[in-house]
Every structure is written in structure tokens, then in C-alpha cells.
């Protein structure tokens, strides 16, 4: 049996198709009205779509992708993190106690 490939890809090209797999999705959701019917959001459309096509290429013994996640995670979480306690107010950290 042949070895698989592995395709790793960077950071920055992580985070560039994650931003194509959303505009594919929003593409997606114009054409096809039933996915705005059901309110399914742009990411998870274009992603399923790109998981899909992922997991094709896996099972299809061309190629598994690796990607290199971890660096973009810890910048999300981080501005996740940093807008939800520039939101809090002194009040609201009163009403929510110890």
C-alpha cells in the first residue's frame, strides 16, 4: 500500500481558506434559499463543504491535510476574550457576585 502525502499547510493559508470557505458558503446560501431558510450560517456551510472535500481527498488516498491551526486559535481566543471584558461593566460584574 502507497504511503499518504501529507500536505501541511501554514498559518496564513489556514486562515485564507477559512475566509474563502465562508465566502463559498455565502455563495452557497444565495443560490440555494432552503440554507437561508433554516438560518445555516455561512461558515458552517462552506465549511461542511470544505470538510467534506477534505475528507475526500483523505479516503481517496490523494493527500491528508495538516494545518497548522494552533497559532490562529490562541489570536482568536485572545481578541474573543479581550472584546468580552471590554463589554463587562462595573454593574454587571456587581450583579454577578463573588
Do not use: H, W
Not at 33 to 60: H, Q
Request: contains cysteine; hydrophobic residues 55%; aromatic residues 14%.
Amino acid at each position: 500500500m502507497e504511503e499518504l502525502k501529507v500536505l501541511k499547510i501554514d498559518m496564513f493559508t489556514t486562515l485564507m481558506l477559512a475566509v474563502l470557505a465562508i465566502y463559498f458558503g455565502d455563495f452557497l446560501r444565495k443560490k440555494i434559499p432552503v440554507l437561508v431558510k433554516y438560518c445555516l450560517p455561512a461558515s458552517v456551510v462552506g465549511g461542511t463543504v470544505f470538510a467534506l472535500i477534505s475528507l475526500g481527498l483523505y479516503e481517496a488516498n490523494i493527500v491528508q491535510l495538516e494545518f497548522d491551526y494552533k497559532s490562529v486559535n490562541q489570536l482568536f481566543y485572545c481578541i474573543f476574550f479581550a472584546a468580552s471584558g471590554a463589554a463587562a461593566s462595573m454593574a454587571l460584574l456587581k450583579k454577578g457576585g463573588k
